[in-house]
């Protein structure tokens, strides 16, 4: 349990020794300070034998991350059966074995670099899978996201203890699930994405928080992973809302206090939420990214 209302199925860990470390700098007045910053470590994922991509993570969940990179970059395809998923600490490595063969020989040889921090890769066919994809017709309360918006930026987590991170959050209705966090924002929805795979848990009737920007790539691996809300407190690209429009995926940023910004799916809104309960937090809009 991370404070007195929400449990978490997955929590940041900010006892783990392994995640931060402690340096000393000077501060503006030449004042020693010791702070904590997050670690970075590389990770490489083999698919099958094949080495696929070398990920600089925080080295938490590593095979959440490996398996949710590999789906949500169409690595696995849904016939697949993952038959291993092996991490080796010392080599820094993870091995995902399944029974089949999928074709990412090809999509290697298309990879594309994003926008995005840390891995912030994906493929030249990277719009696969969107064609005829339907997002379920659920609704989304505004109550909802003033909840998780109050729990999730209550919670113990790296970023307030060190910055310099990203945080994902699986929830539904309005409470949160799943809190994933890494040095990219990419990472963290990855490994969201295999923690579902892992438990066999479906993004129906999901709601995907995050605190990074609303870009296209966040926008795919959202809709990839069936789950037909995205929510951040940042803000969006205009590709990453062209796609939102086109998927029919509910596109909220800017969640900061009572105010937000719906510039796509608003139809599942409803508007059930007093203000008048709701803290409406003006300085921090100027820090909005």
Known sequence: MTNSDTQYIVAPNVENPRLTRRVIGRDQHGVEQEISVVEERPLTIFLNGTEIVTAMTIGDYPEYLALGFLRNQRMLA???????????????TVVVRTDGRA??????????????????TVFGDMMEGLDGLQLPAVTLRTSWLYALSRDINLTPSLYL????????????????LVYMEDVG?????DKVAGWMLS???????????????????????TALMGIPVLVSRSGFTAWGVEIANQVGLTLIGRL???????????????????LSTVRDDVAKQKGRK
């Open 256 to 274: 900061r206090g009572q105010r937000f910004v719906c510039l796509s799916g608003d139809t599942r809104v409803e508007y059930d939420a007093d």
């Open 103 to 120: 074709n990412f020989e090809e999509k290697l040889r298309k990879k594309t670099r994003t926008s995005g921090c840390a891995v912030g």
């Open 199 to 221: 438990n066999n848990v479906t993004g129906d009737d999901k709601i995907l928080y995050t605190t990074g920007r609303l870009t296209s790539e966040m926008v795919i691996k």
């Open 78 to 92: 849904d016939e697949e059966t993952v038959q291993s998923v092996d991490f080796d600490a010392e080599l820094e």
């Open 161 to 176: 203890n060190a910055g310099a991170i990203h945080g994902t959050v699986l929830c539904q209705q309005d409470k949160p």
């Open 185 to 189: 924002r990419h990472n963290a929805v």
